[in-house]
């Protein structure tokens, strides 16, 4: 899955992913074509993956999806790309940029009880000793923790703009309101209510859920926020097992809600996030393809694909020096 690209160019990107769509998709936004490597898989589960140019004085990008189809775990994947990294820093890369949609462990920034690991700080600690320069990833878990945990120059993109176009077209002239499913995704909603403000021209307001989490179990389902006729669109960095999520849908209709938009921009869905195409579940689902893991069965129409490839070749392109029109620049930039 690879096509010809100059050897003069002083900017190269490898795309590590398998699937063809998003192969593509990026080639297209990019308007270049993507740099040739050889994969190779061993009988025992060991890999070898090398660049079929040179990468000696150029400034590299590898754009690798961490969390996919069951066929090759996350780990799989993050031991491709840091590897990857790795090779390319032998051969003289000058810069190299690990294009990562979705950062996995990212969930993981503190401990929360006794003798808990900090999954994040060990995740930066792999990538940097392989000889990362840069990260791009997309709407983490806890940003201050991220930049907390890397060390090397971080690039924070958000789907917000994707979420609220998206949001826009289902508004059908409904008063709108925005809602954290918890008060640590108060700041991610708040930025999601500020671009729907301004692309309308009444008033977007706020709420979000009590929620709690113990031993695994979610509790709390007091509103604080007035929801009743609204359309009320829910904004979260991820949906995994749908609870959460269908927790916050539910009291939105408690509260009155004459419609509820789920919004996460990275669909994991994880066993039993089926549960969020019953009855009970939201009137539409909003996620991206920043992973590539399938729909649970059972899903309908309620749910849409929201494509971050066209973001992705932006941010590349404008990191390699050539000039970009983002309506949605990263948040440190």
């Known amino acids: 899955m690879t096509s010809p690209q100059s050897t003069e160019a002083t900017s190269v990107v490898f795309l590590l992913d398998e699937d063809s769509d998003f192969f593509a998709a990026l080639t297209q936004h990019l308007g270049t074509g993507l740099a040739p490597f050889e994969l190779r898989d061993f009988e025992d589960g060991e890999h070898k993956l090398r660049p079929k140019i040179s990468v000696r004085g150029r400034d590299v990008y590898i754009v690798h999806r ?24 032998d051969l003289g890369a000058a810069c190299i940029t690990a294009v990562v949609p979705y950062l996995p462990y990212a969930r993981k920034d503190r401990r929360t009880k006794s003798w808990d690991p900090l999954n994040q700080r060990y995740l930066a600690q792999l990538f940097e000793a392989m000889g990362v320069d840069r990260l791009v990833t997309m709407d983490v878990h806890n940003q201050a923790g991220l ?3 890397f060390r090397c120059e971080v690039i924070h993109l958000e789907g917000r703009r994707l979420m609220a176009e998206a949001v826009m077209e289902e508004r059908d002239g409904l008063p709108l309101v925005v809602m954290s499913p918890d008060t640590g995704g108060v700041k991610r909603a708040e930025r999601l209510r500020e671009m729907l403000q301004q692309m309308s021209d009444d008033e977007v307001s706020m709420a979000f859920l009590e929620k709690r989490r113990s031993e ?61 195409f019953e009855r009970s579940g939201p009137d539409r689902l909003f996620y991206t393809n920043t992973v590539s893991r399938p ?15 066209p973001q992705l070749a932006r941010t590349i392109l404008a990191l390699s020096g050539q000039r970009v029109d983002d309506p949605d620049p990263p948040l440190n930039h």
């Open 216 to 276: 695994g179990e979610v509790s709390g389902d007091a509103v604080i926020g007035e929801l009743r006729g609204r359309l009320v669109v829910i904004m979260d960095d991820l949906i995994a097992g749908g609870t959460t999520m269908l927790r916050a849908v539910e009291a939105c209709r408690h509260a009155g809600a004459a419609r509820v938009i789920a919004c996460a921009t990275h669909g994991l869905f994880a066993s039993g996030s089926a549960v969020l």
């Open 147 to 149: 930049e907390n945990a």
């Open 295 to 309: 729909l649970p069965e059972g899903a309908d129409e309620r749910a849409r694909l929201l494509r971050v490839e």
């Open 66 to 89: 961490l969390t996919g189809a069951p066929a090759l775990s996350t780990n799989d994947r993050l031991v491709r790309l840091l590897f990857f990294i790795a090779t390319l820093r």
